[in-house]
């Protein structure tokens, strides 16, 4: 008879997988682990060998009864999985750097999620995912699939549409982030503080907060106001809000909203940083380069500090008492990315939404939000729109699908521009592309 739960994390070489070994070392005495499989490419092995030696020091210290096992062979990892994490970067931080350079070159937006940055990332990794499923619907059908994997949405959505894994969920620590930015403004304990969230990923409104029970929604927009005070990231450059629009919007914008509101600041800033040498994947890499540097001292047993300032704080803290509610059928509320089923009355009921649930043993039941607020709802509707039409690209491998996706997102100004990166991007990123290279693109 099997005891305890196996963990596979794909993608187990990132920077980010200390964050998740210090959650399921946290949380052990819930929720039963017995082992995690860290699984990785070759070109990724020697990070996953630094980390898996770093996971092996944390186990060992913390004195738990938990399994390190590093592979490059996926399958063998996945086999008879109870839960299965992604977190993968098809391509790595170079790939990230091309899809922030491009776009910038032509003076659009160059980030990883967002534009055309987002696409692409959604072009390269949707495939990948897919691979993924089919091998999780032969080696553990009855296996979680917990996707972190950006654009978290988009892969959501890809798995639900082109795949029969149905426990699938995405998360993203945005919303958790949030509730934490919130609680410190208030100077209370996160664990009093609770936000409705609805929209997508990366687009995602807070229509209401809660301390105790009670609405301070109106206090913390107040709050927000104040040019000092607000949620940020370590990845988004900060830029206050102007009050009356913050007031009229009357909903809580998350941090990537900027790249949307304050577009034309939000380029001059990414340009400054393109012209001085460095886009965020730069800024990254260095991180990441000090980060591993940290994580091969043989005395370091323990999540460093340092890992925050990468852009992923909380990330453990979301994995694992996401896993641990389904496990334990808590029936508390969190916010994931999930099949909408009417949650968001504006949006496809078939669509990936991320919005606050009840998690239980079977999964995500999505809180009803009624309709989005007319004054987001648009713009929800428009990244929707983006997000089917980059789905359908990423499957398919279709030219004319992927210039359409392009064109329709916001913070991309014509449809000429759109060709002009597509064709540039779709050279530059060929290897990670074989749906397209197929068709003679």
């Known amino acids: 008879m099997k005891t305890g739960l196996k963990i596979v994390t794909i993608g187990g070489g990132s920077s980010y997988t200390p964050e998740l070994i210090e959650g399921f070392i946290n949380y052990h005495n819930e929720l039963p682990v017995r082992e995690i499989w860290l699984v990785d490419v070759e070109e990724g092995k020697e990070k996953l060998d630094i980390v898996g030696n770093l996971a092996k020091r944390m186990v060992k210290k913390a004195g738990v009864s938990i399994e390190i096992h590093l592979t490059l062979d996926r399958k063998e990892a996945l086999k008879s999985a109870d839960f299965v994490t992604t977190q993968f970067r098809v391509g790595m931080l170079d790939a990230r750097g091309k899809d922030e350079r491009i776009p910038l070159k032509h003076g659009v937006l ?22 993924i499923c089919r091998e999780m619907e032969e080696l553990c059908p009855n296996a979680w699939l917990i996707n972190f994997t950006n654009p978290a949405g988009m892969v959501t959505e890809a798995v639900l549409r082109y795949s029969t894994i149905k426990k699938v969920v995405g998360l993203c620590n945005v919303p958790i982030g949030m509730e934490m930015g919130v609680a410190s403004l208030l100077g209370v304990d996160p664990n009093r503080v609770r936000i409705n969230f609805a929209g997508l990923n990366h687009m995602v409104y807070g229509l209401d907060v809660f301390v105790d029970g009670v609405s301070v929604k109106d206090q913390v927009i107040s709050l927000l106001t104040d040019p000092d005070k607000s949620i940020t990231m370590q990845n988004i450059h900060a830029m206050g809000w102007e009050p009356e629009f913050l007031k009229a919007l009357d909903v809580l914008p998350c941090p990537y909203h900027h790249y949307y509101y304050k577009s034309g600041e939000m380029l001059a800033e990414e340009l400054k940083n393109f012209k001085e040498g460095g886009t965020r994947a730069e800024v990254v890499k260095k991180l990441e380069d000090e980060l591993f540097e940290l ?19 909380y990330y453990s803290e979301a994995a694992v008492r996401l896993i641990h509610s389904i496990y334990t059928d808590k029936r508390d509320i969190q916010t994931v990315n999930t099949r909408n089923n009417g ?27 009624g309709e989005l607020p007319i004054y987001v709802n648009g713009l929800v509707q428009q990244i929707k729109s983006f997000e089917r039409a980059a789905i359908d690209a990423a499957v398919s491998g279709d030219y004319r699908t992927a210039l359409l996706a392009m064109s329709i997102n916001p913070l991309v100004p014509s449809d000429r521009i759109a060709k002009i990166i597509l064709d540039e991007m779709l050279e530059a990123h060929k290897k990670y592309l074989p749906q397209f290279s197929m068709k003679g693109v």
């Open 110 to 131: 160059g980030q990883e999620t967002n534009g055309p940055g987002g696409l692409f990332k959604a072009l390269r990794t949707i495939p990948v995912i897919l691979d």
């Open 343 to 369: 949650a968001i009355s504006s949006l496809p009921a078939d669509s990936a939404v991320e919005v606050s649930c009840i998690i239980t043993s079977t999964g995500p039941k999505p809180l009803a939000m």
């Open 295 to 313: 994580y091969k001292d043989p005395n370091l047993a323990i999540k460093p500090p340092q890992l925050e300032k990468r852009g992923g704080a």
